[in-house]
């Protein structure tokens, strides 16, 4: 049972670059999540997924679309990568249950120069 | 907006010493409250979730308390070790499939 997984671990892009990072999950959950993790900023919400085939806008979706075709992954994409989406992005998912907890992967850390 | 705050933002102790880690949040309207442990370039590993008809939750050296009415949390670690060094993060459940999350404290735990 491997959780919640994470690729790539690291990344460098330039701007305008495009990329996409994954999100895998084995524990069969329906709710998946995209944070970004900046200094000082705590975690915040890019987008989510309450099933398979469903997306929806968190606190920061701007600059970024997100696709879950099927219900272990969630994709992240970024269009054209600017400096400001320079961060540490993690994934994280949960069961149905409103009560549940969220399980985190080990992130993503992406430089944009 | 539901806002959290954590005090303090870090904290050093001797090893053996029992401390505390404060949360605050705005909006007593929670589902429930989360403690994450995050190491230096690592993700965030789930400490102890405490539901809002909680009081508090264990396991082993810690022990988080929920008082939903004033907006407050703690996490209580007894008999620190140097192991214990990270930076702690607690995070509120709004439902609306949202986590809302501290800044977090970093914590040192000296030998």
């Known amino acids: 049972n491997a959780g919640v997984t994470q690729t790539p671990k690291f990344r460098v892009l330039k701007t305008g670059q495009s990329m996409t990072l994954l999100c895998a999950q084995d524990?069969?959950?329906?709710?998946m999540y995209w944070y970004r993790q900046d200094p000082g900023m705590g975690l915040r919400l890019i987008h989510y997924s309450v099933g398979e085939g469903t997306t929806a806008k968190g606190e920061v979706p701007d600059g970024y679309n997100v696709s879950r075709l099927k219900k272990q992954n969630f994709l992240l994409g970024l269009e054209s990568a600017a400096p400001s989406q320079t961060s540490v992005y993690f994934c994280a998912s949960r069961n149905d249950s409103s009560h549940n907890e969220q399980f985190f992967g080990p992130g993503t850390r992406l430089t944009v120069l | 907006k539901q806002e959290v705050t954590q005090i303090p933002a870090a904290l050093s102790v001797p090893e053996g010493e029992n401390l505390v880690l404060n949360c605050s949040f705005t909006d007593s309207a929670i589902y429930n409250l989360q403690w994450f442990r995050q190491d230096p370039g690592k993700g965030l590993t789930s400490l102890l979730l405490i539901q809002s008809s909680q009081r508090e939750q264990t396991s082993g050296r810690l022990n988080a308390s929920l008082d939903k009415s004033s907006g407050r949390s703690t996490l209580y670690i007894a008999a620190s070790q140097p192991g214990d060094s990270a930076t702690y993060l607690c995070a509120v459940n709004t439902g609306f499939q949202k986590l809302v999350f501290g800044t977090g404290t970093r914590l040192l735990v000296s030998p």
């Open positions: 524990m069969n959950h329906e709710y």
